[in-house]
């Protein structure tokens, strides 16, 4: 016989009320479970108190019925000495990390980690205890995240795992949740955490990225030059036009555009020989060097 409270305790007195979900307990129940306890008491048959924390899940087995379908909550619950006893899951999610080695579909090495967050189904406890054990993490993920893992990457190339990869995550998530819905096992969370490649593809992809980069360079010289080539035939089109123009010029104002251009020239030289502190001016019929001619 097994009195089962969720979330609850039991209080035995004649003059205490306890309201727990849909059950209300009055004085007069409560005197009557008093006189039971009472009673088994006589016959040497006792009750002892099993507690399941927050977080978990505990199911009966019964020494003469065998593991019971019920499943008991987080809370303080009587059972038979002896006759009973509580076997507790933890239904919490716990993160687990599995690594694995397999074949793409151009038949390269893959080795490839998933970290998983799983947890039992509390509705499923008695089967898990029954046809598995308490050690279901240990026993099922590990073989079917290798069968799920092979199956799903012999469906992608190398180069595919690392292009696709979020393609490659969510079929590896559907085909494990699926296959381990089957033993009562929930995965909240699967995550591709490292992917690795063999020593020849890696340099392989190493040597490609190089050839990538020198074509991007000779790509960036040949713009480059055919750049020059362009500014250097619109530097002499303009050049030919200033020709022509300064011809035309010339062509029709004589010597007066060369001396105007002469004069401005001399303009700008005059200006900064100005602003030179090493310069000084001299009349032109002077001579301060030593007049040779006098001495002599």
């Known amino acids: 016989m097994v009195l089962v409270e969720v979330d609850s305790v039991v209080v035995l007195a004649s003059s205490v009320t ?7 307990y009055t004085p007069d129940m409560a005197a009557a479970a008093q006189k039971l306890l009472s009673r088994m008491g006589t016959l040497g048959v006792g009750l002892a108190v099993a507690g399941v924390d927050g977080g978990q899940r505990a199911v009966i087995f019964d020494r003469f019925s065998g593991v019971k379908n019920e499943i008991v909550g987080e809370g303080t619950h009587f ?3 002896w006759v009973q006893r509580p076997i507790h899951f933890d239904i919490r999610s716990t993160p687990r990390a599995i690594s694995t080695i397999t074949g793409s579909k151009d038949l390269q090495n893959v080795q490839i980690t998933l970290r998983i967050l799983h947890r039992p189904d509390p509705a499923k406890l008695p089967s898990i205890y029954l046809n598995i054990g308490l050690d279901y993490a240990e026993r099922v993920l590990p073989s079917i995240t290798n069968e799920v893992l092979k199956a799903v990457v012999a469906q992608f190339d190398a180069h595919e795992m690392i292009t696709q990869r979020e393609k490659v995550s969510k079929h590896v998530s559907d085909a494990l949740c699926e296959r381990a819905a089957q033993f009562g096992l929930l995965l909240d969370d699967i995550s591709i955490t490292h992917l690795g490649f063999g020593r ?6 190493e040597m490609k990225q190089v050839a990538q980069q020198e074509a991007e360079k000779a790509k960036y010289l040949v713009e480059k030059a055919e750049q020059m080539k362009i500014a ?3 530097t002499a089109e303009g050049d030919a036009q200033a020709a022509k123009l300064l011809s035309l010029a010339f062509k029709g104002a ?3 555009l060369i001396e105007l251009r002469k004069i401005e020239a001399a303009e700008e030289i005059a200006e900064r020989m100005a602003k030179a502190k090493n310069v000084a001016y001299l009349p032109s019929n002077q001579n301060t060097l030593l007049n040779l001619n006098q001495i002599q």
């Open 18 to 24: 306890a309201t727990s979900g849909l059950h209300t």
């Open 79 to 81: 059972i038979i000495p």
């Open 200 to 205: 020849e593809f890696t340099e392989a992809v």
């Open 232 to 234: 250097a035939i619109t």
């Open 254 to 256: 004589g010597d007066s």
